[in-house]
């Protein structure tokens, strides 16, 4: 039995590591808030939503797969969160009756047996949501999944389970010597022969009792477990063949539930960002050369779901294999960089896009460069650290990839800085990689406007004469500014002769 | 503190703190407080390395992050490090306190079990380890030379409590409950509900037989599948009503048990937790620079001045880098600085990955950790005691708040600025990186005229060359590099002018990223 939510044809890898150089994607995307909605406060779903998301597909086919699942999902999605609420509570069933008490063999069998009792049950539940749901979907994923539910757990299956569940409880009772341990509790227990035997001198009330007795109450499950702990020293070697057939239901469900719940998170994500009011759409993607995007009110999911104001960019870089981003700071450069690197994965996963509409070439594997903090764990200088990062870049990098740079190789002066990125963006373009570039430095921005403007589309964070920005970029070659003692005057400045 | 009551007994001296001449010695509990240039310096780095998981964490914590501005209690700090520099003395401490930490986590425990028997025996046992590790540290205590205010003071305590009757009766009755609870052995039968309890009358050990009356299946190793039982406190409530029927078949012992727990109840002498709470300040922090010295590191106890600004450090380094060098085996760079009247202000340019901002860290770390009364990165060292410290180093982009990078960096300058008096530290570390060189020099400038007017000592890493020779005031200072190969550095932070090389393109040549490079590695 196969979820096959993810793929046609095969599982969802979730034991593979994240791709190298993840982290940067996150942290440099602002992936993290968007992860963060489609988890919902839920650690799992942000785990399997985070895997999902950076494992790029590559193959419009495969996405178009998703693409139709999650259009399922969400036109039905109370039906899905149902299917899903069933693996979960599976998996919940797990947590609560496995795991902690697998140090005592004793427990081992009881719980096993218990475990697959309930496991039962949930396939009872999914069995019963199959039955009444099947007709509900279009999509290849969701009908087979549902089909195959029916096929494999019938009717007979059920009562084999039944059966064999019965016959793997444990009885017996374990007498056992036992000392006092430093807090006075049991320990060094020793199986013994048999129990207590009175005297007749005792039993007849005319010696000092040796022997006491009580039981615990029917119900007292935490008294039972004590027992059970006590008695599973005695029974090491009974306990372990159970377990096994349990563990394979538990990896059904959890693969159900880790390929369900991607379709969830993606759920939970529509939902925040429809109900803010922004735009969401399934993009078309396209694996044929040259270079596509076209988009129209891209947005930064991340600020999306952070703040209301928003303002979205309409862009077209068809064609174009460079895009620099020049401009006042504070001007939503990044924030556009963000959103066309997020655009870019969630397409490449088969979700949505913020945007009310996208088009967009497949490409290999999107790489960010954005200009960090000195380094905390203090290897290098900003320069170098930027240039090993580059470096580390250079070893992955190919032809197809997407690469965003933020203010890169500004650590040092301008003259310098834009000579090292002319160098890095030239090299990368001819070995058909493409490049977003945000700077200031105007040397740079300025040097391919004059030699490379036929395949270059140059934007610009533009500043209200009143000297306010607005967010939506535009059509525009580079400047040669920067707004530094503007804003000096405008904070009120710190020295008494400059007010 | 209990008064120990028998005839014998005599006055014991008291003991206030061993983190302060004064009574109000212990400064903190809860939640340490962590100034805002902590992560600029690295000092949460320290910090963290130092409190570590300790139990004692938010007490190490509070203490290192928390400038004292009293120059005496900077003093009674340095005399307890110096006396615990004696290995002997020190291996001693660490030991007390080890052993301390295992009573505090049996009677902390305490509250939580619901079983007298259980209690009881928890308790004991805490007793015990007490009254070895107080027996214990006194001997190494007199075995080692004292001469700090601190521990003089508590070593005369410790004294006189041994010597007390009261001790001397808890230690008596620790070791015969002790004995009486390992003599005993009991029967327990299980079946299903039902729980029998019974003296243990010597029949031979089951398993056995059964190990026996199966061998003959045996047929080789096989898998092992025995379970291995740690022991943990806590009990259940059948574990709890098996305990109540043991203590009904050695009614003797237990009620014996029962009487010790109600006479001892506070065996633990507050001075003495005291101590040993504040002694882990110390302990955390050797423990810290110790491998730093062996690796051939020095540490001093620097001159503390109120008033004069002409500081000077000798050998020294960021402490936090050097933790992290030295725990991988690597060398480390160490740097001096000095500024006489009327220096005030150190320049620092260069070339990059020079050490520039190791050099700034190492400044800010040295002034605070010796407002925190240790030991500091170096060899000599005579420093500030400012009232404050602002930090300011180059941030990531956080798009949480919509004002862009270069006001927002202004904004904080702007507020460090005006918040500063003449007694204050400033540390700013490649800031207005994301504008261009006109808008960095005419800021930076800006910046300096403010830190001038103030008589603020700053440390101000740029790579704006002009701003070295900014006016009397200031000081350049500069990374070096290896003469005839501009890619490697020295880590040597020296005086001397700026001298306009930035060797960026050296260095992306390093990396194997110019055009050339990097055209080879991406078209194979």
């Known amino acids: 039995m196969k979820a096959h939510l993810l793929h046609p044809d095969q599982d969802f890898d979730f034991s593979a590591d994240l791709p190298a150089g993840h982290e940067d994607l996150v942290q440099d995307l602002e992936l993290g808030t968007v992860l963060q909605a489609m988890a919902a406060g839920d650690k799992f779903l942000l785990g399997v939503s985070t895997k999902v998301l950076l494992a790029s597909l590559n193959d419009p086919g495969t996405i178009g797969y998703r693409q139709r699942v999650l259009a399922d999902c969400i036109a039905q999605p109370d039906i899905v969160r149902q299917i899903y609420g069933v693996a979960v509570a599976a998996m919940q069933d797990r947590r609560g009756l496995w795991g902690y008490s697998s140090q005592y063999p004793s427990s081992i069998l009881s719980a096993a047996v218990t475990q697959l009792e309930a496991l039962v049950a949930r396939l009872r539940e999914l069995r019963g949501l199959a039955d009444e749901h099947a007709g509900t979907f279009q999509s290849d994923g969701l009908t087979t999944l549902l089909r195959s539910l029916q096929r494999d757990l019938d009717d007979d299956y059920f009562e084999t389970l039944r059966r064999h569940l019965r016959q793997l409880r444990f009885r017996g009772g374990v007498p056992m010597s036992a000392r006092l341990d430093r807090d006075n509790s049991g320990i060094g227990y020793v199986l013994r022969a048999s129990g207590a035997r009175r005297t007749w001198k005792e039993r007849i009330g005319i010696a000092p009792r040796t022997v006491y007795s009580f039981s615990i109450p029917p119900r007292d499950e935490a008294g039972a477990q004590a027992l059970s702990n006590m008695t599973s020293r005695a029974i090491n070697l009974v306990a372990n063949a159970a377990a096994q057939s349990a563990d394979h239901v538990i990896s059904y469900f959890s693969m159900l539930r880790a390929e369900l719940g991607f379709y969830v998170s993606c759920l939970n994500l529509h939902d925040r960002l429809t109900a803010a009011g922004h735009p969401v759409a399934f993009p078309g993607s396209s694996a044929a050369e040259p270079w596509e995007l076209r988009c129209e009110d ?202 | 503190m209990a008064i120990p009551q028998t005839a014998s007994s005599r006055v014991i001296p008291a003991f206030a703190s061993l983190l302060s001449p004064g009574p109000a010695g212990l400064a903190t509990t809860g939640e340490p407080e962590k100034p805002a240039y902590a992560s600029d310096l690295n000092l949460d780095q320290i910090v963290e390395a130092v409190a570590a998981d300790r139990e004692q964490h938010d007490l190490i914590a509070g203490l290192l992050y928390h400038r004292v501005q009293d120059r005496d209690v900077i003093s009674f700090r340095h005399e307890v490090f110096r006396d615990l520099e004696d290995p002997g003395l020190l291996e001693a401490a660490g030991r ?46 007199t075995a080692h030379p004292v001469a700090s205010r601190g521990l003089l003071a508590f070593r005369a305590y410790l004294d006189g409590y041994l010597a007390s009757a009261g001790f001397a009766q808890l230690a008596a009755d620790t070791a015969s409950r002790k004995d009486d609870l390992a003599r005993i052995t009991y029967k327990v039968r299980i079946d299903g509900p039902h729980v029998e309890v019974s003296r ?39 574990g709890a009503r098996i ?23 506070d065996f633990a002498d507050p001075a003495i937790s005291q101590f040993d709470r504040e002694l882990q300040f110390y302990l955390a922090y050797l423990a810290y620079i110790t491998p730093l010295r062996k690796a051939g590191l020095g540490f001093c106890y620097p001159e503390i001045t109120g008033d004069s600004k002409e500081i000077f450090a000798r050998h020294t380094f960021d402490l936090a ?27 620092v340019s260069g070339p990059n990955q020079g050490g520039k901002t190791t050099f700034a860290r190492a400044f800010g770390q040295l002034h605070h950790l010796a407002a925190a009364g240790c030991p500091v990165p170096g060899s000599a060292a005579r420093l500030f005691l400012c009232d404050r410290i602002f930090t300011h180093f180059e941030r990531e982009e956080d798009l949480a708040d919509l004002t862009g990078k270069l006001e927002d960096d202004l904004i904080r300058i702007r507020g460090a600025l005006l918040a500063a008096t003449a007694s204050s530290v400033v540390i700013m570390n490649e800031i207005f990186t994301s504008t ?89």
């Open chain 2, 200 to 238: 243990h009358d010597g029949e031979p050990d089951y398993s056995a037989e059964i190990e026996n009356t199966f061998s003959r299946f045996r047929q080789g190793e096989v898998k092992d599948y025995r379970v291995h039982y740690r022991t943990e406190p806590g009990m259940s409530h059948v």
């Open chain 2, 321 to 347: 880098l050097a933790a992290k060098l030295t725990g991988e085996g690597s060398t480390v760079v160490t740097n001096e600085f000095h500024l006489d009247n009327p220096e005030r202000v150190i320049v």
């Open chain 1, 298 to 499: 891209l947005r930064d999911a991340s600020l999306a779901l952070r703040t209301g104001r928003v303002v979205g960019n309409d862009v077209d870089a068809d064609g174009k294999s460079l895009v620099i981003i020049t401009g006042a700071n504070s001007g939503g450069k990044s924030t556009f960089l963000r959103s066309v690197g997020q655009a870019q994965l969630m397409m490449q996963c088969g979700m949505f896009v913020t945007a009310r509409s996208l088009r967009s070439s497949v490409c290999r594997q999107v790489f960010t460069h954005f200009i960090r903090e000195e380094d905390p764990a203090m290897v290098s200088g900003r320069l170098d650290e930027e240039l090993t990062r580059m470096s580390v870049i250079a070893d992955r990098i190919g032809p197809r990839c997407l690469i965003l740079f933020n203010e890169s190789f500004a650590a040092t002066n301008e003259r310098e800085g834009s000579e090292i990125g002319r160098q890095v963006v030239r090299a990368l373009l001819e070995a058909g990689i493409r490049v977003f570039f945000v700077t200031h430095q105007f040397d740079f921005a300025d040097s391919f406007h004059r030699q490379r403007a036929q395949e270059t589309l140059f934007l610009r964070a533009p500043r209200q004469p009143d000297g306010q920005r607005t967010y939506r970029l535009t059509v525009a070659e580079p400047l040669p500014t920067s707004y530094g003692e503007d804003i000096y005057h405008r904070i009120g400045g710190w020295l008494a002769e400059s007010a």
């Open chain 2, 96 to 141: 007390f306190c080890e052993q301390m930490r295992q009573v505090r986590v049996r009677l902390s425990q305490l509250p939580k079990m619901e079983s007298d028997r259980h209690r009881e025996g928890w308790f004991l046992d805490a007793a015990a380890i007490y009254c070895d590790a107080v027996r214990t540290l006194s001997a190494g205590i």
């Open chain 2, 243 to 265: 305990l109540d029927l043991v203590a009904r078949l050695f009614a003797d012992e237990f009620s014996a048990l029962a009487d010790y727990c109600r006479r001892h109840a």
């Open chain 2, 436 to 524: 261009t060189v006109s808008d960095a020099r005419f800021l930076g400038g800006k910046v300096l005229a403010k830190v001038t007017e103030l008589d603020l000592l700053c440390v101000y890493v740029t790579f704006v060359d002009e701003l070295a020779t900014f006016g009397p005031s200031v000081v350049s200072m500069a990374s070096t590099v290896v003469p005839g190969n501009p890619a490697e550095r020295t880590f040597k932070v020296v005086r001397k002018p700026a001298d306009g090389l930035a060797y960026a393109l050296a260095l992306a040549d390093k990396h194997r990223v110019s055009y050339e490079q990097l055209r080879g590695r991406l078209l194979p």
